[in-house]
């Protein structure tokens, strides 16, 4: 029992990475098609990584329309997660893990 216990405990920080990288990639498609997030889009996306229970979340991308057709742009978003992780058995420890999602993204509204 306890090391089914211990392994979930190992296997937490990687769950919550794909649940965060899943919310960014949702978000970067919206960039692409705004050709850039809106201050709307990234009260959302702060919103939706914080039910996460990720703290120190910065949030780096173009705003909304501030890109032309056919630019590269990248979108950073950057929080941390932290939980108390086993080091022994009766011991656990505060451990803070950095997710970083980084990508780049072609602009893909027509502006007229």
Not at 42 to 68: M, N, P, Q
């Amino acid at each position: 029992m306890a090391v089914f216990v211990f392994s979930i405990d190992l296997l937490s920080p990687l769950f919550f990475k794909w649940e965060f990288d899943e919310i960014c990639r949702m978000y970067l498609l919206m960039a692409e098609a705004n050709n850039g997030l809106s201050v709307a889009m990234r009260t959302e996306l702060e919103r939706a990584l914080d039910e996460l229970d990720l703290t120190e979340i910065t949030i780096v991308c173009d705003d909304y329309g501030a890109l032309k057709r056919g630019n590269v742009s990248a979108m950073e978003v950057q929080a941390t997660f932290g939980s108390n992780q086993f080091v022994s058995l009766f011991n656990r420890t505060e451990k803070k893990v950095r997710f970083v999602f980084k990508q780049n993204f072609l602009a893909r509204k027509i502006v007229m």
